[in-house]
């Protein structure tokens, strides 16, 4: 790829530009009410082990979403700059609704309430506390965030997959073919990935460090995703948990995973 | 010694030439799936692994099945196998490097395969296969030169070989072994999370490779005037026959289990294997066809009359061959995919180019093999040029 010296400027004054947003949002992220300061230390990737660890996590209140409604998947899509190939061979997915028997394959139950049958549920990375992905990728290209993020580098990763075979929630794509034609409105904000690598929802970790909720959070106009530190005894999700019965993907596997499911 | 490799009849050489041929057209498909993306083969969001990692799979089985001769020939001093071990260990090593190439073309990132040995990391199987199949690689590149260049200097073997080959018996089994750890610990796919699925590899392996070395051994009789010997063929007969005997029980135990303790998730997996599930049933005429040779294989195995008749146990070689190439080199991995996380069935079938490229990794092997058992004929002094 050539570049020349217009798009150089161009690229290298949007650069700036991020730097200097990044930096005031930054300071913006010392007032916010749900990420605490030890929260966004924690993003970094070398391991300072505080003694306030935080676990961030996600309540889904399949109560409240709204079938039909797909707020949270379009903007996700937008913000990831996630493509759309109009097929499902090569279909890349972070986060994404299915039926509730799909969803939650081993957790069949029949005549169940009316609200729950032919309804569709999101369904994204559960950032698992134990991830199988990690144990197995043999670069190190995932990785668990001392925050408790499940992050990617998808510069490091050298598509062979593996992660792919051990997540057992489906919850990984792979890049088929170059994914850049088919993203429709790119965000210039955020990267986009390359032909051959694996990719997943990062819980909007970029967004964390500067402060700010999971974009599916923000847009969800019936707030029935809540997101937050499973540490934090004062925290909503601690709260929404104590409160309501939950429920979560393959528990049984012991990959401990930190999407809940209000029922 | 490796001077050999260049001397050859016509026959030889246009032999290569037709598999250069074969591996320059899946060359040509390797470097269209680099500026494509792996979206060039058949393979998608939820069967993530297809063909080529069947393959790898099969392909370190028969590596690893080398040890099956090395073993009686060194460690027993079974005399019998004193010509047919070289041809054995020359297989392994076309089969490691056919594993290896598998496993390449298979990898998204071809470019960045150092960041492997950059950031190693003791958690990954992967890392462990890697380091597997290059020792096994080295060890017996190292054997075949040493005992072969002894030979052809007409001297006896250095003393410090035998330590080594002596390594090469596990490390054989350690191949495969790892090579079935890196697919059974993973507890979403609960078609691989089983117990036996490292001895079910290595009885797979032990069946299929001899199979290969009885075919390879027949067909260097016929071409040129070395021959193995009776007693080698018909010994790695029963070698062949023990090792089906146990693949096949392996995988009606597999059976067992999972059809009498009936989780749904576990069931659904050989379902879609023997039956189809949900409408969708790609796999099905495959591993029928498996089935078949597998029974007729192990009746003609069984029955010594038809075990040593070398024309009749050339036709069962090819069947047991065939049988586990469909049971572990596709059926294998593909059904751990499906149905998916989310219970729904998502099928898949190799492309075009994808299968091409496949070819020529077998036309790669084949190549590889033909130069080593020219080398080894030629030092044994059988080949007339």
Not at chain 1, 43 to 54: E, H, I, L
Not at chain 2, 275 to 281: D, N, P
Request: charged share 15%.
């Amino acid at each position: 790829m050539s570049i020349d010296r217009r798009k150089f400027l161009k690229i290298a004054g949007f650069s700036a530009v991020g730097v200097a947003a990044s930096k005031l949002v930054d300071v913006y992220a010392k007032g916010s009410k749900f990420i605490s300061k030890t929260a966004s230390s924690a993003f970094n990737r070398t391991k300072t082990k505080s003694a306030t660890q935080v676990e961030l996590a996600m309540v889904v209140d399949l109560r409240k979403c709204k079938e039909g409604c797909t707020k949270c998947i379009e903007a996700c899509n937008h913000t990831h700059n996630v493509p759309d190939f109009g097929e499902s061979k090569d279909e890349v997915k972070w986060i994404w609704k299915e039926p509730y028997e799909n969803a939650f394959l081993d957790q069949e139950n029949f005549y169940m309430k009316n609200e729950f049958e032919n309804k569709n549920f999101p369904v994204l990375c559960n950032h698992c506390k134990n991830p199988p992905c990690v144990e197995v990728c043999p670069t190190q290209a995932t990785f668990v965030r001392p925050n408790g993020i499940v992050a990617m580098d998808w510069h490091r990763c050298i598509g062979c997959r593996y992660c792919m075979a051990a997540c057992p929630y489906g919850s990984r794509s792979f890049n088929w073919r170059d994914p850049r034609p088919f993203i429709k409105d790119p965000n210039p904000d955020y990267p986009t990935r390359d032909i051959g690598v694996v990719e997943k929802c990062t819980f909007c970790d970029d967004r964390i460090a500067q402060g700010l909720e999971p974009v599916c959070v923000d847009v969800c106009p019936e707030k029935a995703l809540v997101f937050g530190d499973l540490n934090d005894p004062k925290s909503e999700v601690r709260k929404l948990l104590k409160d309501n019965f939950s429920i979560r993907r393959k528990p049984g596997l012991g990959t401990n995973p930190k999407v809940y499911y209000l029922v | 010694m490796l001077e050999h490799a260049l001397k050859g009849n016509k026959k030889y050489w246009s032999w290569l030439l037709f598999l250069s041929f074969i591996i320059l057209v899946g060359f040509y498909f390797y470097l269209k799936q680099l500026s494509y993306g792996l979206g060039i083969t058949g393979m998608n969001r939820n069967v993530s692994w297809g063909l080529y990692i069947g393959q790898f799979t099969f392909m370190v089985g028969v590596a690893a099945s080398a040890v099956m001769v090395v073993l009686p020939y060194y460690l027993h001093n079974f005399k019998e196998f004193a010509k047919v071990t070289i041809l054995g260990e020359f297989l392994a090593i076309s089969a490691v490097i056919m594993s290896i190439s598998f496993v390449t073309v298979d990898i998204g990132k071809p470019f960045r395969i150092m960041n492997m040995f950059l950031y190693p990391t003791f958690h990954s199987l992967m890392f462990w296969d890697v380091i597997c199949l290059f020792g096994y690689l080295i060890l017996n590149i190292v054997i075949t030169r040493v005992t072969l260049g002894a030979e052809h200097k007409s001297v006896k073997p250095p003393k410090w070989i035998r330590p080594i080959i002596i390594l090469s018996i596990p490390w054989a089994i350690s191949i495969h072994t790892v090579t079935a750890f890196l697919i059974s610990g993973l507890s979403g796919r609960s078609f691989w999370l089983t117990a036996i699925m490292a001895p079910r590899f290595l009885a797979g392996a032990f069946a299929s490779g001899p199979a290969l070395l009885v075919i390879l051994c027949i067909i260097v009789k016929k071409l040129t005037n070395y021959n193995v010997g009776n007693k080698a063929i018909e010994k790695l007969g029963v070698i062949i026959t023990y090792a089906m005997c146990v693949n096949v029980f392996f995988v009606l135990m597999e059976i067992f289990t999972t059809l009498y303790s009936g989780v749904p998730g576990d069931v659904s997996h050989l379902q879609y294997l023997y039956f189809g599930l949900q409408g969708k049933a790609v796999l099905t005429p495959w591993i029928w066809g498996s089935v078949v040779f597998s029974v007729a294989s192990l009746a003609l195995l069984i029955v010594p009359k038809t075990r040593n008749n070398h024309k009749v146990l050339f036709i069962t070689c090819i069947m047991v061959f065939l049988a586990i190439w469909v049971e572990k080199g596709i059926a294998l991995i593909v059904t751990g995919f499906i149905p998916n996380p989310f219970g729904q069935v998502f099928q898949y079938s190799p492309t075009l180019p994808e299968t091409l490229i496949v070819l020529s990794i077998w036309a790669l092997g084949f190549f590889l093999i033909t130069i080593f058992y020219n080398i080894a004929l030629s030092v044994r002094g059988e080949v007339k040029v």
